[in-house]
Structure formats: structure tokens, C-alpha cells
């Protein structure tokens, strides 16, 4: 006598992971992001002008103060707006976990004093990277 054959499974298995497609929703999420860097951007190329009605003498191109703190406050925006499309192209694992809600969950688990310490060191990294682009833009070395 034969052994009766198993039944089937009632349950497909689940499909491997495959790589996500190219998608313009990551940019789409970030309009607002996008939107204050060509704000700064239409500042830059502005604000100039507005130095020239202040003082009739100065350059239309007058890398005074106030230009040079437009300009690192673009080129800082730029560079993290950069960063975080490398994140989201190069290493979509990655850019999931930081838009998930797992990531929130983890750093809620982190102790106080940790997150703060992550803070203070995050804010150090924008503020180091604002002041070596500021001063590449003021002409001094970096």
C-alpha cells in the first residue's frame, strides 16, 4: 500500500524582500525641506541687491557678512539635504528604519541623559559643518 500523499499547503509562502523601486516620494515627504533650501537659495542670489540699495558703493556681488551667512546656511542645508538623499538611495534599510516608527520606539528606549548626549553631538556636527562652509565662503581657510 502507498502512504497517502500531504495536503498543500493552505498558505503561500511570502515573497523574498526585493529592492525598492526609484521613487520621487522621498522627495515628496521632504517638499518642505526642499522648499527652505530654495528659499535660501532665491536669498543668496537677493540679498545683494538689498546690500546695494543699503550702500550704492558696494558690488552687486558683495560677499559682506550678511551674504556670507546666507551662503553657509545653504551650503549647510545643501549638505544635509545630501546626506539624507544618500541614506534614502544607497541604504533603503537604513532609511526605513529612520522614518519608522521602530527607530522613534528605540530612541524612546534610550535613557534621558543618552539622548541628550546624541543631541548635543548632532548639533555640534551641524554647527562645525555651518561654520567650515561659512568660512570657505568668507574666502578664509577651512
Not at 540699495?53 to 551667512?69: C, N, R, Y
Not at 542645508?77 to 541604504?91: D, Q, R, Y
Request: with cysteine; proline share 9%; hydrophobic share 50%.
Amino acid at each position: 500500500m502507498s502512504e497517502p500523499e500531504a495536503p498543500a499547503s493552505p498558505t503561500p509562502p511570502e515573497p523574498a524582500p526585493r529592492k525598492r523601486p526609484f521613487s520621487l516620494r522621498f522627495l515628496l515627504n521632504n517638499v518642505r525641506d526642499i522648499l527652505i533650501w530654495c528659499l535660501l537659495l532665491a536669498a543668496f542670489r537677493i540679498v545683494p541687491y538689498f546690500i546695494q540699495k543699503v550702500d550704492p558703493t558696494s558690488a552687486v556681488s558683495d560677499f559682506g557678512m550678511v551674504h556670507v551667512l546666507v551662503f553657509g546656511t545653504l551650503g549647510t542645508s545643501f549638505a544635509v539635504m545630501t546626506v539624507w538623499l544618500i541614506f534614502h538611495f544607497s541604504f533603503p534599510t537604513l532609511s526605513e528604519y529612520l522614518d519608522g516608527e521602530k527607530f522613534r520606539q528605540d530612541f524612546h528606549g534610550v535613557p534621558a541623559p543618552h539622548r541628550l548626549w546624541m543631541l548635543v553631538a548632532v548639533m555640534t556636527v551641524l554647527i562645525w559643518t555651518f561654520v567650515k562652509i561659512t568660512a570657505l565662503g568668507a574666502g578664509g581657510d577651512a
